[in-house]
């Protein structure tokens, strides 16, 4: 039986995974390694943003970018460019974040999930690669803290953002679609996804073809689940009274189990968005034939060998090769 989606929930994810298995941030030679290391002793003046200080592209942080995409059966943009999203922020001291627009490395591309009926395609709109900022740091809670502190070691680590279609139709879909990729980045072995802030999610949410939220920095899967919940039992509540949903970033009190508002959404335009003029465009023909040479077996591709050469019912096979660890145990 067709799943009814009653309420018309429309759920979209934007994923940004830190590439930590890299030695090295996206444009600089400091390590990723800051993982319980003092605040700001793997600096340089390139990820401090000072004057003059000119980024190199890590050439390895596009290999696994390209490698996540290939995974994600995007398409890979021949030609890449990196560009500069312009915000102030105290994490972020150039006063822009080197990010992707026109042109991110990968696009259009699927996952298949098991949706509330059975398989469910779930559209991946874009992937892109992007610096990550510094880390703010709250003593206590942001509200309650008398100061805020600064911690750079997170400036510059590579990240990929991996934005999806509204294709998700409740909260268990979302958080198998966030299992799914888990296992898909574990197999692909470009992010230590344990690491704390190495996975965080944004969620669109929608309901009954109303105005959308963005719920910003979900920052585990668990999470996931419970923000989406939450905001859809509170959009419902507002249409049923009759009012209208404001269209809005809202934040994700771990806590206290809720979402807040935080501002009215940006648009694009707010950004002034334009080529970074520090960094060459990228040509990666030659790159994507050699990383889809060395791209390892992945979870689905592992379940069918699992089904056809041994002769493991789906279910069992599912459960070997949803952990990685499991998975090569078998073989
Ligand atoms: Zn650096």
Same mark, same amino acid.
Request: proline letters at 5%.
């Given at each position: 039986?067709?799943?009814?989606?009653?309420?018309?929930?429309?759920?979209?994810?934007?994923?940004?995974?830190?590439?930590?298995?890299?030695?090295?941030?996206?444009?600089?030679?400091?390590?990723?390694?800051?993982?319980?290391?003092?605040?700001?002793?793997?600096?340089?003046?390139?990820?401090?943003?000072?004057?003059?200080?000119?980024?190199?592209?890590?050439?390895?942080?596009?290999?696994?970018?390209?490698?996540?995409?290939?995974?994600?059966?995007?398409?890979?943009?021949?030609?890449?460019?990196?560009?500069?999203? @312009?915000?102030?922020?105290?994490?972020?001291?150039?006063?822009?974040?080197?990010?992707?627009?026109?042109?991110?490395?990968?696009?259009?591309?699927?996952?298949?999930?098991?949706?509330?009926?059975?398989?469910?395609?779930?559209?991946? @709109?874009?992937?892109?690669?992007?610096?990550?900022?510094?880390?703010?740091?709250?003593?206590?809670?942001?509200?309650?803290?008398?100061?805020?502190?600064?911690?750079? @070691?997170?400036?510059?680590?590579?990240?990929?953002?991996?934005?999806?279609?509204?294709?998700?139709?409740?909260?268990?879909?979302?958080?198998?679609?966030?299992?799914?990729?888990?296992?898909?980045?574990?197999?692909?072995?470009?992010?230590?996804?344990?690491?704390?802030?190495?996975?965080?999610?944004?969620? @669109?949410?929608?309901?009954?073809?109303?105005?959308?939220?963005?719920?910003?920095?979900?920052?585990?899967?668990?999470?996931?689940?419970?923000?989406?919940?939450?905001?859809?039992?509170?959009?419902?509540?507002?249409?049923?009274?009759?009012?209208?949903?404001?269209?809005?970033?809202?934040?994700?009190?771990?806590?206290?189990?809720?979402?807040?508002?935080?501002?009215?959404?940006?648009?694009?335009?707010?950004?002034?968005?334009?080529?970074?003029?520090?960094?060459?465009?990228?040509?990666?023909?030659?790159?994507?034939?050699?990383?889809?040479?060395?791209?390892?077996?992945?979870?689905?591709?592992?379940?069918?060998?699992?089904?056809?050469?041994?002769?493991?019912?789906?279910?069992?096979?599912?459960?070997?090769?949803?952990?990685?660890?499991?998975?090569?145990?078998?073989?």
């Amino acid at each position: 039986m067709a799943y009814e989606n009653r309420d018309r929930v429309k759920i979209g994810l934007e994923i940004h995974v830190q590439l930590n298995r890299l030695k090295t941030k996206i444009f600089c030679g400091c390590t990723t390694n800051y993982h319980g290391d003092p605040p700001n002793t793997h600096v340089c003046p390139v990820c401090l943003g000072l004057p003059g200080a000119l980024p190199v592209v890590n050439r390895r942080a596009v290999e696994y970018a390209i490698r996540v995409g290939l995974a994600l059966n995007c398409g890979i943009n021949e030609h890449t460019q990196f560009y500069r999203k @312009n915000y102030y922020y105290p994490d972020l001291p150039r006063g822009f974040q080197i990010t992707q627009y026109d042109y991110p490395i990968a696009q259009q591309g699927h996952v298949t999930i098991e949706g509330e009926d059975g398989e469910h395609m779930v559209r991946i @709109n874009r992937a892109h690669m992007e610096e990550d900022p510094g880390r703010l740091v709250h003593e206590g809670t942001i509200d309650r803290s008398k100061y805020t502190l600064v911690d750079y @070691n997170r400036s510059g680590i590579p990240l990929l953002e991996i934005v999806t279609e509204p294709d998700l139709r409740s909260p268990k879909e979302a958080r198998r679609f966030l299992d799914k990729l888990r296992n898909i980045l574990e197999y692909l072995g470009v992010s230590d996804l344990d690491l704390e802030g190495s996975v965080r999610v944004d969620a @669109n949410v929608s309901i009954m073809d109303g105005n959308r939220t963005e719920v910003k920095n979900i920052s585990s899967y668990k999470g996931a689940e419970k923000a989406l919940l939450y905001e859809i039992v509170r959009q419902k509540n507002l249409i049923r009274r009759g009012k209208t949903v404001t269209q809005e970033t809202r934040h994700f009190d771990e806590a206290r189990e809720i979402t807040v508002s935080i501002r009215t959404k940006e648009e694009a335009h707010d950004y002034r968005y334009f080529p970074e003029p520090d960094l060459v465009p990228l040509r990666v023909r030659d790159w994507v034939a050699k990383v889809k040479e060395e791209l390892p077996e992945l979870p689905d591709a592992r379940k069918e060998r699992f089904m056809t050469e041994y002769g493991v019912k789906a279910e069992h096979a599912k459960t070997l090769t949803g952990q990685l660890k499991l998975a090569q145990k078998k073989q």
